[in-house]
């Protein structure tokens, strides 16, 4: 027991992430197909870059996006609307200290 192959466990917030991930690919399903491949599309390019990019240590930037994300998600989740748009946001860190 806990060797290599043991499972890791997960913090409440990789949790939350992990849910709002779902959420949307969930959100995507009763779109027609070519809105839903777009809205997939999206959410894991998104997910994957805010992966690459964001400290895992910067809890508030991280809680931000969660909070944007579910607004997100709630909007997707409406019948009216057919997908999302893809945002570039530079935390404040680095557009602050880039231009020093």
Do not use: W
């Not at 027609?32 to 998104?46: G, Y």
């Not at 997100?72 to 602050?96: A, E, H, Y």
């Amino acid at each position: 027991m806990g060797g290599p192959t043991a499972p890791r466990r997960l913090s409440g917030m990789q949790k939350q992430v992990l849910a709002l991930y779902r959420g949307f690919l969930r959100a995507a399903r009763p779109k027609p197909p070519d809105d839903r491949r777009r809205v997939e599309s999206i959410v894991s390019a998104e997910f994957r870059r805010n992966a690459r990019q964001v400290d895992r240590k910067n809890f508030l930037y991280i809680e931000y996006l969660l909070r944007r994300g579910r607004k997100q998600l709630d909007q997707l989740k409406s019948p009216d609307t057919t997908g999302l748009s893809s945002l570039n946001f530079v935390p404040p860190s680095r557009s602050i200290d880039s231009n020093k």
